[in-house]
């Protein structure tokens, strides 16, 4: 299948891509405190965390936003022809809505919210980003993400 234009890819606001599935692991999850210094026990201590309403580790809301570049690379999503570069420009919401038991499989679901051109070959796009856990009907998180590419 071609790469769509991003002028062509403006008539896909709406569409809805979602990635293969991952697991997330606790050596992730560990890889991920010792990164940022967030040790929290509910991260890293399996027989603490077990004591909690958790039931056991739990995977940090930010590691499931830093998943975001991955699960989209995974995903079905095309990618915009003769893009040069892209940069993420914020967020307008973020939201972490359950918690993602280590070891749990997730995958990304991203919805193309608005696509517009800023200047000639510079493009701002905003997209749903939803993080889904199997076997639950409640998303980990949702993201109203914007990134800018250049054409």
């Known amino acids: 299948m071609a790469e769509p234009t991003a002028q062509e890819m403006t008539s896909q606001?709406?569409?809805?891509?979602?990635?293969?599935?991952?697991?997330?692991?606790q050596a992730t999850i560990t890889a991920f405190a010792d990164a940022?210094?967030?040790?929290?026990?509910?991260?890293?201590?399996?027989?603490?965390?077990?004591?909690t309403p958790f039931g056991g580790t739990i995977a940090h809301g930010f590691l499931?936003?830093?998943?975001?570049?991955?699960?989209a690379a995974l995903s079905d999503q095309p990618r915009i022809a003769d893009t040069r570069m892209e940069v993420n420009y914020g967020g307008n919401r973020t939201r972490f809505l359950n918690p993602v038991r280590s070891g749990s499989r997730i995958r990304g679901r991203f919805t193309l919210l608005a696509l517009e051109e800023k200047r000639p070959g510079q493009w701002q796009r905003t997209?749903?980003?939803?993080v889904e856990v199997d076997g639950t009907d409640k998303p980990a998180l949702i993201a109203e993400w914007i990134s800018q590419f250049f054409t």
Not at 39 to 49: K, N
Not at 127 to 130: G, K, P, S, V
Request: hydrophobic letters at 50%.
């Open 13 to 25: 606001v709406g569409a809805v891509w979602r990635s293969d599935w991952i697991v997330l692991d």
């Open 36 to 51: 940022t210094g967030d040790h929290q026990f509910i991260h890293l201590d399996p027989e603490a965390a077990a004591a």
């Open 64 to 71: 499931l936003l830093s998943l975001m570049p991955r699960l």
């Open 127 to 130: 997209t749903e980003y939803a």
